[in-house]
């Protein structure tokens, strides 16, 4: 199925992705319906991600990795379950390879919206344990807006314990391993984004920037092949008490991720719900740090406007 979205065009491969287009470039394909080893534990991810100029700005199942894939909600530590792919850190033994990767699966969409420069989607998911069990219910909304420094994703999330039981959720970090406080919307970047700039806050630097709190970060690379650069700006867009960490990396490869357990497990009670709410804009260059910081500001609220 086609359906234009007057500037956008949304085409749905059924079972299998939506795909974004404007002006003749593919923005990004969600992919609902993954075809992974259960040892990557499958869930949606958007990948490829492009700039509205058609640049590259994500990275799929790379060598080092293979669970990585563009922008996925991938949560490692969900009690005794892996819903983020491969090995699980345990603080006793360190990472290994357990039975306990489990799935995120595609329900259906609740509806699909648009308009001259915008569209939103609502989805209903349900988390699979390894066991086959149903963890948790979730309510997906994600979009994209149009705008004058890109374009930006929206992503909004809202999962419910369906288990019978409390479930904690962490990290490797709560596990004991430091700064690798990682899960929650994680984005993986291209190879050649290795050593870009991450910008926060008037200043710029690299993975001194690890476990920082902000309601933003940036991160600019650069692309082979071309004389160009682009930008990702991450917006935590959700009601919160402080600051969000952020789990960046720069030197081994490229990735963000605003990460609500990076360093405090968090009980979830049978029956009860966590909500996170973010967005992204992805634009054409390097913005430097000001020019981040001015997107940020634009791209704050955007999840409530559209979503």
């Not at 992705?17 to 993954?34: C, E, I, K, N, Q």
């Not at 799929?60 to 293979?66: A, I, T």
């Not at 929206?154 to 596990?175: K, L, M, R």
């Not at 020019?291 to 500001?297: P, V």
Request: charged share 20%; proline share 6%.
């Amino acid at each position: 199925m086609t359906e234009p979205v007057d500037g956008l065009r949304l085409t749905d491969e059924r079972g299998r992705a939506l795909t974004l287009t404007s002006g003749g470039v593919d923005l990004f394909r969600y992919v609902y319906g993954p075809w992974d080893r259960q040892l990557e534990s499958p869930r949606p991810y958007f990948h490829p991600l492009r700039t509205l100029s058609g640049r590259l700005v994500s990275l799929y199942r790379p060598w080092d990795h293979v669970w990585h894939k563009g922008i996925a909600w991938s949560l490692p530590n969900v009690g005794t379950q892996n819903f983020w792919g491969g090995v699980t850190y345990y603080r006793d033994r360190g990472y290994v390879q357990a039975d306990n990767n489990g799935a995120i699966v595609h329900n259906g969409f609740d509806s699909i919206s648009g308009g001259d420069d915008r569209m939103a989607v609502k989805e209903s998911l349900t988390w699979v344990a390894s066991t086959g069990e149903p963890w948790f219910t979730e309510r997906r909304s994600f979009g994209a807006l149009l705008g004058r420094d890109g374009w930006t994703l929206a992503y909004a999330t809202e999962f419910t314990n369906v288990s019978g039981a409390t479930v904690p959720i962490g990290s490797p970090t709560t596990e004991g391993r430091p700064n690798a406080g990682y899960g929650g919307l994680f984005w993986r970047g291209p190879r050649s984004f290795s050593n870009g700039r991450v910008h926060m806050d008037g200043r710029t630097g690299g993975d001194e920037m690890m476990g920082e709190r902000g309601t933003w970060l940036a991160y600019s690379g650069d692309h082979d092949e071309v004389d160009a650069s682009s930008t990702l700006v991450f917006v935590d867009d959700g009601p919160s008490d402080e600051p969000v960490q952020w789990f960046v990396r720069t030197g081994i490869f490229a990735c963000v991720c605003p990460a609500p357990f990076f360093d405090v497990v968090r009980p979830v009670e049978p029956g009860a719900s966590l909500t996170f709410r973010y967005a992204v804009t992805i634009a054409d260059g390097d913005t430097g740090a000001d020019g981040a910081a001015r997107i940020a500001a634009d791209t704050a609220g955007v999840t409530s406007r559209l979503l």
